[in-house]
């Protein structure tokens, strides 16, 4: 009964009238005024000062307005995370990565995550950051692994996985490739690479210019494959992390580090999926993920 009549408290704050709280509970005004009395009663303390036809909050009456704001709001999370439970397929986990990675480290997850839920069914799905976050936004899948390119939102549990460091893959014909390091500086005359679909370029074009700092001209590749092929062609310069690069040699292609001020540029990598419909399967293959990368 108290969760009913902290809900008729709220209603009758927000209305600022027995009256009309009881006309939007459907119930008499008899009948709401009864159940403030009880809660009064059972609480020991007035949670209205009567003056006339109105009324003001006691000190009381203000901390549990207060409270019972918190605890209603939070009711109705659960309620919402248990009809999303109950109607999401438990049988499948939905992962979601970027497209130019290429290591081993997801795939290594996926196998040791089938071995501990050999019913549960992989669905995977690849894009750019965008896109990602879209997905996940709306539901579309259930746990995305990705560089973090914006602050961390508290609507998201954001596992860390690991920090990588950034390198460049340029072909063995340019001169660039005889170096052990490089900045974006020594880079400003040779386009860069970047694996984009046509509606994140511009979204792209922006993150490379004024988050990473790269003034130079870019070029759009839709594939890793693609990507790798201009470079090796040596039409300009691909950024990957060392978790995003195979292990084998690539022939014709040299990979270098990426500095800043003398400092590795490094990147981190994490998990995301929704707070409001954690379960043990996304953490179990975070955690399962988290152990490869180290």
Known sequence: MLFKQMQYFISIIKNNSFTEAAEENYISQSAISQAIKSLEDELGVKLFQRKNRGFTLTSAGEYFYKQSLIIVDEIDRIKQSIVRISTQKNDVLRIGYIISYCGFEIRNAIV???EIYPDIDIEIHTGNHEELYELIRNDKIDIIINDQRRALSEEYVNYYLCRSSCYIEVSNKSLISKLKEVTFEDL????????????QQEIEIEYYKNTLGFNGNIIFAETLDEA???VAANKGFLILTSHQVSKEVIEGIS???LVRNGERVEINYYAFWNKMTTCILKEKFAYILEKEYK
């Open 112 to 114: 040791k995550f089938s």
């Open 228 to 230: 790798r092929m201009l």
């Open 188 to 199: 400003k005359q040779i386009p860069c690479i970047v694996i984009a679909s046509k509606s």
């Open 255 to 257: 990979r270098i580090l």
